[in-house]
């Protein structure tokens, strides 16, 4: 049982370039999440999704793009990127049914994004 | 709207003194109430959560109390270890599924 796994771990693009961020889990989890992570800012939400094929906007979208195709991935796309892109970026999952308070966030490794 | 205060940091203490890290909200109804670690290059993790007024979440030596009256869920923890240094982030979730989060503490723990 792996829990959330992230790819790539590093990356440094130059400003322009387009890359795509994985995420994967295999708890069965309804609800997956892409968050960045900046310095003494704590963790803004990029983008969700709720279920296979829906996602919705966080609060900080612009210059990102996602997908969930399957129910287990979640992808996060830079169509161009920018150095104010340069960031830790997470994604996380849940169960997303039920009682709120018991839908605990599972976190994964991170993904270190330096963007020249 | 909903949001989430810490305190700044870094808060510096020596190994087996007393950790006390502040966190309040602010949030319309009755959130439920949450305290995750992220440790040195990792990944976050919950450490506690309490789910409604007067609720306690304890785990790891690690003690947050749900106080509706002062809007508050305070972290602590009696003894620190040097394995306790991470960064500790107070979080409410409401509806949605979506977490409110604070800006994150970071402890630093001296032997």
């Known amino acids: 049982n792996a829990g959330v796994t992230q790819t790539p771990k590093f990356r440094v693009l130059k400003t322009g370039q387009s890359m795509t961020l994985l995420c994967a889990q295999d708890?069965?989890?309804?609800?997956m999440y892409w968050y960045r992570q900046d310095p003494g800012m704590g963790l803004r939400l990029i983008h969700y999704s709720v279920g296979e094929g829906t996602t919705a906007k966080g609060e900080v979208p612009d210059g990102y793009n996602v997908s969930r195709l399957k129910k287990q991935n979640f992808l996060l796309g830079l169509e161009s990127a920018a150095p104010s892109q340069t960031s830790v970026y997470f994604c996380?999952?849940?169960?997303?049914?039920?009682?709120?308070?018991?839908?605990?966030?599972?976190f994964g490794p991170g993904t270190r994004l330096t963007v020249l | 709207g909903n949001s989430v205060t810490q305190m700044e940091g870094p808060v510096t203490l020596s190994e087996e003194a007393f950790l006390t890290i502040n966190c309040t909200y602010t949030a319309t109804g009755y959130p439920s109430l949450f305290w995750y670690v992220q440790y040195p290059g990792e990944g976050l993790q919950l450490l506690l959560k309490a789910t409604k007024a007067d609720d306690k979440g304890s785990n790891k030596g690690f003690e947050a109390t749900y106080r509706k009256e002062t809007t508050s869920f305070h972290l602590e923890k009696g003894s620190v270890q040097v394995s306790d240094s991470a960064v500790y982030f107070c979080a409410l979730i409401w509806s949605n599924y979506q977490l409110i989060w604070g800006a994150g503490t970071k402890l630093i723990i001296k032997p």
């Open positions: 708890m069965n989890h309804e609800y």
């Open positions: 996380a999952s849940s169960y997303g049914a039920g009682a709120i308070f018991y839908n605990e966030q599972f």
